[in-house]
């Protein structure tokens, strides 16, 4: 046998033994992994995609951000004190019971407010009373009496502002609810006025 051809038998036998070695290595690696001993790096999280996550349950499809829920609507009695004309729209029940919950208020005191509210002003966000022969000046849905203090500053509702009542209803809703959380019903209480938390 010449020198070239034993140079090249040597060469395979390495070539051989490098290709077992480096195979042998990364079936080694391979099992490391699975078996916990070697950590891999953990995937980079998509941008976009934001928590928290719920557990995924099989079977089930999973929404990684899911829409939020409608908004909770009043589906009670539509009081009218008066009769036809005097009850709440819709629209207006749902604000009022809306801005009612917000301070705490169970659906039987959003039913009273709507009761109140149907008596006091026919549901009408721009009712307004200046009689003060009869001591008011009385604003908007639940005809808050400005007489009383309620709008002055350190009053209740410091910083609602009555005169903006007809155009913007949500803010009369929010007003008479808050007079409610800080005085109950004690402000619509007729001949027996007063104010304590419900």
């Not at 990364?26 to 790096?41: C, H, P, Q, S």
């Not at 928590?51 to 829920?69: E, K, L």
């Not at 207006?92 to 009273?112: S, T, Y």
């Given at each position: 046998?010449?020198?070239?051809?034993?140079?090249?038998?040597?060469?395979?036998?390495?070539?051989?033994?490098?290709?077992?070695?480096?195979?042998?290595?990364?079936?080694?690696?391979?099992v490391l992994t699975f078996t916990g001993a070697v950590?891999?790096?953990?995937?980079?999280?998509?941008?976009?995609?934001?928590?928290?996550?719920?557990?995924?349950?099989?079977?089930?499809?999973?929404?990684?951000?899911?829409?939020?829920?409608?908004?909770?609507?009043?589906?009670?009695?539509?009081?009218?004190?008066?009769?036809?004309?005097?009850?709440?729209?819709?629209?207006?029940a749902n604000l009022i019971a809306i801005a009612m919950?917000?301070?705490?208020?169970?659906?039987?005191?959003?039913?009273?407010?709507?009761?109140?509210?149907?008596?006091?002003?026919?549901?009408?966000?721009s009712a307004f009373n200046g009689n003060r022969r009869?001591?008011?000046?009385?604003?908007?849905?639940?005809?808050?009496?400005?007489?009383?203090?309620?709008?002055?500053?350190?009053?209740?509702?410091?910083?609602?502002?009555?005169?903006?009542?007809?155009?913007?209803?949500?803010?009369?809703?929010?007003?008479?609810?808050?007079?409610?959380?800080?005085?109950?019903?004690?402000?619509?209480?007729?001949?027996?006025?007063?104010?304590?938390?419900?």
């Amino acid at each position: 046998m010449n020198k070239q051809n034993l140079t090249n038998r040597v060469k395979e036998r390495l070539k051989r033994k490098s290709i077992k070695a480096i195979a042998a290595i990364a079936l080694l690696a391979i099992v490391l992994t699975f078996t916990g001993a070697v950590k891999a790096e953990p995937r980079p999280i998509h941008e976009g995609i934001t928590g928290p996550f719920s557990p995924a349950v099989r079977g089930t499809q999973v929404q990684v951000n899911p829409p939020p829920p409608p908004p909770r609507v009043w589906t009670g009695q539509l009081p009218a004190y008066y009769g036809r004309g005097t009850a709440c729209t819709q629209a207006n029940a749902n604000l009022i019971a809306i801005a009612m919950w917000d301070v705490g208020a169970n659906d039987a005191q959003v039913l009273r407010m709507l009761k109140i509210i149907s008596r006091e002003s026919g549901c009408d966000s721009s009712a307004f009373n200046g009689n003060r022969r009869t001591g008011d000046d009385s604003w908007g849905f639940c005809q808050i009496n400005s007489l009383a203090g309620f709008f002055s500053s350190g009053g209740i509702l410091e910083g609602y502002n009555r005169w903006a009542f007809a155009g913007d209803p949500r803010s009369n809703a929010k007003a008479c609810a808050k007079l409610y959380s800080v005085c109950g019903f004690g402000p619509w209480n007729y001949g027996n006025y007063y104010c304590r938390r419900p």
